[in-house]
Every structure is written in C-alpha cells, then in structure tokens.
C-alpha cells in the first residue's frame, strides 16, 4: 500500500466526536486518507466508556460502530484508506498540536470538556463531601484519574443521608440514580460500575436527593426519558416530589408549550398522584413495595446556592441558599433579603453544572481562538484569537459547541464536520508527501493492544455476569498492554 499517497488527517480524542469524525472521513472521503486518532488514556471511547451512565448499557452501542470501522480500515487489505489509534499521548505534553499541524494535512480537535463549571462560592474548594459532576461520575465509571483518589475513599459515606445536587440536567438525574438506589441489586449488579464506588456508595443511608435549579420548572434540562426513570424508582420504594409552589398541571397552558414539554407535565402530574388515583394506565406500572416508601427525591427551583458550611472536621454540613426571581424578560433576579435566604442540611453535595472546555496549553501561543468554554470556530472550522480561519485546524463534539448535546447530536455534528474537511482536502491542490509522526520514543498503546484490554475485561466481567470489568488503574492498564 505504499504506493498510495495519502492525506493525513490527525482526530484529537476518541470519544463520540472523534471517532464519528473519523468514520465518516473513512467511509465518505473520495481522496485517499491516512487517518489518525490520539488518545490521553491508553483505551478509547471518551465519555461513553467514562461518561455514560453504568445501567444504560445501550448507549454505549455506538462503540461498536467505532470498533467495526477501526478493525476495517486497521487491515493491510484495505488499500485505500489507512486507520491507527494511539493512546496513551496526551496532545500538548507527549506529541505538541503544533507537531501535527506542521506534519497533518488537516487536525480535528474533539478533546471533550475536560474541567468543571463551578459555583463560585465560599466553601466549595476543600470541603470534604463536596465533589463536581464530573469527578463523581468518572470515580463511579472507574476513570483511572478518579477510581481510587481519596477525597472518595476516605470519605465517610456511612453518615450520608441527605443529599444536595445543584443542576438538573440528565447527569444529575443520573447521579441521583446512583445514589438513591444503589444498594437496589436487581440495578447495579450486571453493570460495569466501578466496584470500589459501589462498594462505598452502598455504605450511604440515602434518605433525601434534592435537585437544586436556578430556574423554574419550564426550565428544567432533563429528558422526559431521564425523569420518567427516576419516577419508576418507585416500585423500590424510592418516591419523587416537586414543591407544589413549583408545580401544579394547571400552572401550564398546554397552548404554549411543545409536545414534549406538555409530555412532562402529563407524566409529572400522574406520578405526583397516589399510585391508586393514577388514570392512565401507563402511569399503573409496578406499586411500590407494601412496606411503603422509604427514600425520597425532590425537584426544587427557584434557588441560588451562596455558600457551602462545615462542620469542625471540614466536612460539609449545609448550604445556604437564596430564593430567586424570574421576571417577565426571562431575567433571574436573586432575592438576598433574610426573609429569602435558607439553609438546606446536608451530608453530600454535588455540582451537576456542566463539564467545562478548557483550551489546549498551546492556544495562546499559535493565536486559536476560545470563546468561554469551547474552541472559536466557524463551522467546524477553527478561528484565530483575530476571528480568522485557521488553516486545516477543525474541531468537533463537546470542545466545538460546549457540553451539551447526546451521542446522535454529537454524531451529526463530527458529520458535518467530517464534510468540511473533505471538501477542504479535495481543494486544497497536490498531495503533500504522506509524514508521519515518530513514536519511537513514545510509550503508546495501538488499536490491538485496545482489542486484548478490551477482551481481558470482557472475560474478568463473565464471571460475573457484568458486560465487563474494567481496570481501574493507568499501571493496570500499562501491564495488560505490556505484558
Ligand atoms: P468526550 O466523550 O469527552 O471525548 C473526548 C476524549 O478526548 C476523551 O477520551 C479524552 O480522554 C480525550 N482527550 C482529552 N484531552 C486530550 C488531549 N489533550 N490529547 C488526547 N486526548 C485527549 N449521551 C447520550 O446520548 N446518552 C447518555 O445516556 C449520555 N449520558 C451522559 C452522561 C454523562 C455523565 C455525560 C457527561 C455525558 C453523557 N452523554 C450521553 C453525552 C455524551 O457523552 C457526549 O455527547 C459525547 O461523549 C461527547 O463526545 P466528545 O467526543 O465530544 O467528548
């Protein structure tokens, strides 16, 4: 195949953006491509491996796309294009993106969100109990960085019973899952969450979860498929409530509001009702345990956290919080008078605000634009600090937009992206000479090495009867590869 010249196009990430950026090119581009995916962890897969939540295995089904493509154009056989993965290189420490803008006829950026949104208040630095969304979620789902770290296993989980979630976002209401049912085996058992979390989060006697929004109900972010799932605790005995000062049927005229919204309202207001009184019967389901309920989540809005409190051993105690306001222009007013402020208790508090873009340590020094929390683009096409277009420099998924949008958003968009490039490509005249990058003094994994890690967790999970069993360490991950 070495008589082919190919274009070279370096993907940085190989979550859902990267790999969908690489498939389309590969199954779409009519010039030849060489076509390779840098991973920080040395095993692919992103936020779906680390993000998606451990008992909704389905959606973890675009990683099967993702093997199929890699296996196909990972063969000498296939002639045309040419695919590798590398992991284990982190871009901007072990290879610079300014190596692979020189060497690359086209680089996509598709690192993810990589830092938290914060609440910016008095406490939420060091307070033990006090974690972000995206450090709880990574620890559940056994990320290397987090599964072991001792803010989470030196934490008393055996006096958590009251919970505080600021954000209402379906990763909030998939923390809630986890937390309020997590001693329910019949959910967690065949999973791959990490053991070592569940282990812990098991010890915790969760009596309350309260979601805490800004906002108002219109407002919420969740899906009605999210929520309906947590209503459908019940039959374990786990209850939901919204604050009827928040939430009655009539507080919204069906005229103004989409299909799917006045969905939400339907289902809430059945849910709200005692099993017995529900009319439809796809509201019946399952009734809750004779034994009654027994753990409670709450929608609450309306309120501004302003400050985390702790006990003498620095651990949290309560949050102090402030009523809001939301006025006819949509504007949030936060009311500060003492009449206004509360004090939640609380033994647990996570902040489900967002995961948020953070520019490459190399940005500033080859001028590419940020715009608060994603890479400045036109597009899919990168921008200069001058709002100009950065030559061959693309980017895709959650750093293109910011943290929002699901796996089939996230694909549309590296498709759309993926057509740029090729059209980029096709114009952009003679083939450069086919460079590429000197790993020889690089510890990095391949797509085979993937394929024997993959296959040694999907066998340690067989056993019992988990769909696998992750490493939960770099140094386990590294001996696997290595040995
Ligand atoms: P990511 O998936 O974050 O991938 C980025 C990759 O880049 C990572 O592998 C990272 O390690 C790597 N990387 C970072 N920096 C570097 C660097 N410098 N060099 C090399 N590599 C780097 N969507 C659904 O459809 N259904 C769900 O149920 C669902 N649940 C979710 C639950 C949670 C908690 C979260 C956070 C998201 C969820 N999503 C869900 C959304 C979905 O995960 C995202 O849409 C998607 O993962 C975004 O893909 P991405 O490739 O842009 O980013």
Redo the contacts with the bound molecule.
């Keep these: 195949s070495s008589q082919i010249n190919r274009k070279t196009v370096s993907i ?8 969908y950026t690489a498939y389309h090119l590969l199954k779409k581009s009519p010039i030849p491509l060489n076509v390779t995916i ?4 040395p095993i ?5 491996r ?4 451990p008992d ?1 295995p389905e ?1 973890k089904n675009c990683e099967e796309t993702f093997t199929t493509c890699a296996e196909e154009f990972s063969l000498p056989t296939n002639k045309k294009h040419k695919f590798s993965f590398v992991g284990g ?5 072990e290879i610079l993106l300014k190596t692979l803008l020189d060497e690359q006829d086209a680089v996509v950026l ?5 830092g938290d949104r914060k609440l910016n208040i008095p406490g939420e630095q060091g307070t033990k109990g006090v974690f972000s ?2 450090e709880f ?1 990574n620890w559940y789902n056994g990320h290397p960085d987090f599964a072991q770290d001792e803010r989470f296993t030196d934490f008393n989980w055996g006096k958590v019973s009251k919970v505080g979630i600021i954000g209402n976002g ?2 909030a209401l ?1 923390i809630t899952r986890v937390l309020i049912s997590s001693q329910i085996d019949e959910i967690w058992k065949a999973t791959d969450i990490s053991p070592l979390a569940l282990k812990l989060v098991r010890k915790a006697p969760v009596k309350d979860v309260r979601l805490i929004a800004r906002r108002d109900f219109v407002h919420s972010k969740f899906t009605n498929k999210e929520l309906r799932e947590l209503w459908e605790l019940e039959k374990f005995g786990i209850r939901g409530s919204i604050g009827s000062k928040f939430f009655q049927k009539e507080m919204f005229d069906p005229s103004k509001y989409d299909r799917a919204f006045n969905r939400r309202v339907e289902m809430c207001s059945e849910y709200l009702k005692p099993f017995d009184e529900r009319s439809k019967k796809n509201y019946k389901k399952t009734p809750p345990p004779s034994t009654g309920y027994e753990k409670f989540w709450e929608l609450d809005y309306l309120k501004t956290p302003l400050e985390i409190n702790r006990d003498g051993a620095g651990a949290i105690k309560s949050l102090t919080l402030c009523n809001n306001q939301i006025h006819e222009d949509n504007s949030l007013q936060l009311l500060k008078n003492s009449s206004n402020i509360l004090i939640y208790d609380m033994d647990l508090l996570i902040t489900s605000l967002g ?1 948020a873009g953070i520019p ?1 340590p190399e940005f500033s020094n080859l001028s590419i634009g940020f715009d608060r929390d994603h890479v400045a683009n036109k597009q899919g096409r990168v921008l200069t600090t001058d709002g100009e277009i950065f030559p061959h420099l693309y980017a ?4 293109r937009k910011g ?1 929002q ?6 694909m549309q968009d590296a498709f759309e992206v993926g057509d740029r490039i090729m059209q980029d490509l096709t114009v952009s005249g003679a083939l450069s000479s086919e460079k590429s990058i000197d790993l020889s003094n690089i510890r990095h994994s391949t797509w085979e090495d993937w394929e024997r890690i993959n296959k040694k967790e999907v066998l340690r999970g067989r056993k019992e009867h988990k769909p696998r069993s992750k490493f939960l360490t770099l140094e386990e991950l590294w001996s696997n590869i290595e040995d």
Excluded: M, Q
């Design positions: 940085v990430g190989s979550g859902p953006s990267g790999f840098w991973e920080k962890l692919p897969f992103g936020l779906s680390y993000g998606v939540a909704h959606v290189v982190t871009i901007g420490k598709s690192y993810g969100c990589t969304s995206r979620v379906n990763v998939d995961y490459l895709s998924g959650w750093i943290s949008g699901v796996i089939a958003s996230t």
